[in-house]
């Protein structure tokens, strides 16, 4: 089992939204609005969890449901967009992680969060052309992904035609087909659908509680009408002590104000589980922390930064990921690495290597100047080099006695051999 929990996407600054953008989506944002309104005056105040489930996921009006929100002219844009390389460099990651658990006779590539497709289609010409290798092995694809309209373009991009929605609504499978390369993919709506047990995640766009310490203790920052405006929101620090604060906070905490995600707390233990009995590897590969940033939640419309709380259904929702905390949560389960900066991964990986080979195979001008640029990007600490961290999750006989077997280190995570 291989686990993509990933979404290595980039907010650039340009682009803002078209005026007709605008115009077509205010119908659906007054409609969401309205719809967030009506729960407040009928529950009270909502959390910034629940507030981020129906901004991003609300079956008629999320934003995830009706958005093509990716590339250049989306709201935002994700490494495999940027470069060919980020995807050959993970499809030698997982046929090297494949090739440490003995060569299994199956290999289950699953991705949530999987965009236009695009690291899935990389991967999968990575194993062709490994093809002499993987032959034997019983290679199949699942997707987590809840966008129909994103789903539409991942299967055009993986088997080259449009798929049906399965006519079966009791299975969990709602599309199935053929990629170019011949191997099965599946589309799933939901992470406790994939067979086997496996999980994985899209760790930025998890619903998350914002608490804040006070004189009277931990308290939830919720999202209520704003008396003065009252078709606009506001955040209100809630009245008594917080349930997910006795849960998660730890008594050593010095910030004053926390992000929680108990969702990702449940997928990562499962997963772990998963992989410490099962084998197999897990790679996270998000904007992160350690446990030292305190307000990281934002929008962003068109790779700008845009207010969380107005025109809900047309931003994308995000908050970095804390990894002391997936860490903590993880423990003893399994064993872990990381997390390392995209540019440190990406250089174990041998980004270096494979950006001298292109140059000296290309003779393009335009080409190699695209190569050098896509590469910065990825690269520059000032852009996503430093940005991104990436973890791995490993069975602990992964990491056990490596220097009494045959076992490499884990990719990525420490220099090439090579080098």
Not at 16 to 39: A, G, M, P, Y
Not at 106 to 118: A, F, I, W
């Amino acid at each position: 089992l291989l686990y993509f929990l990933a979404s290595s996407s980039c907010h650039l600054t340009r682009n803002r939204c078209s005026k007709t953008e605008k115009q077509k989506d205010s119908l659906s944002v007054n409609s969401l609005l309205k719809h967030l309104i009506f729960k407040i005056k009928s529950t009270g105040p909502i959390t910034v969890a629940e507030y981020m489930r129906e901004v991003l996921t609300n079956p008629v009006k999320g934003y995830y449901m009706n958005h093509d929100m990716l590339g250049e002219h989306g709201d935002f844009i994700t490494s495999p967009e940027i470069s060919q390389i980020f995807g050959e460099l993970l499809g030698i990651w997982c046929i090297s992680e494949w090739m440490a658990e003995g060569k299994p006779k199956s290999l289950q590539l699953v991705e949530l969060g999987p965009g236009r497709g695009t690291l899935t289609d990389d991967l999968l010409q990575v194993f062709k052309q490994f093809g002499h290798l993987l032959d034997p092995c019983d290679i199949s694809v699942h997707l987590v992904e809840v966008s129909p309209k994103l789903s539409d373009i991942q299967a055009q991009k993986l088997t080259g035609k449009s798929i049906e929605m399965e006519p079966d609504k009791n299975s969990p499978v709602y599309k199935k087909g053929i990629t170019r390369s011949g191997y099965p993919v599946s589309w799933y709506q939901d992470i406790q659908d994939v067979p086997n047990g496996k999980h994985n995640e899209f760790f930025d766009a998890l619903p998350i509680h914002k608490l804040q310490k006070t004189n009277g203790g931990w308290r939830e920052i919720l999202i209520d009408i704003d008396p003065d405006f009252p078709e606009k929101l506001r955040f209100v620090i809630g009245s008594s002590a917080s349930l997910v604060a006795k849960t998660f906070i730890q008594d050593d905490e010095i910030r004053e104000h926390v992000e929680v995600c108990p969702s990702a707390a449940v997928i990562v233990q499962k997963l772990a589980h998963q992989i410490n009995c099962y084998g197999g590897a897990g790679l996270i590969a998000d904007y992160g922390h350690v446990g030292d940033k305190m307000d990281t939640f934002r929008g962003f419309c068109a790779h700008q930064l845009h207010d969380v709380l107005s025109a809900p259904g047309t931003a994308d929702l995000t908050a970095d990921v804390d990894f002391n905390f997936i860490k903590r949560m993880i423990g003893g389960i399994a064993a872990f690495l990381g997390p390392v900066t995209q540019q440190e991964f990406l250089r174990n990986m041998g980004i270096d290597i494979r950006l001298k080979a292109l140059l000296e195979k290309s003779k393009d001008a335009t080409v190699q100047q695209h190569l050098i640029r896509s590469y910065n990007v990825l690269m520059n600490p000032d852009q996503m080099g430093q940005r991104f961290l990436f973890f791995s999750i490993v069975p602990h006989s992964r990491l056990e006695n490596t220097s009494k077997t045959t076992k490499p280190p884990i990719p990525g995570f420490s220099p090439l051999l090579m080098q």
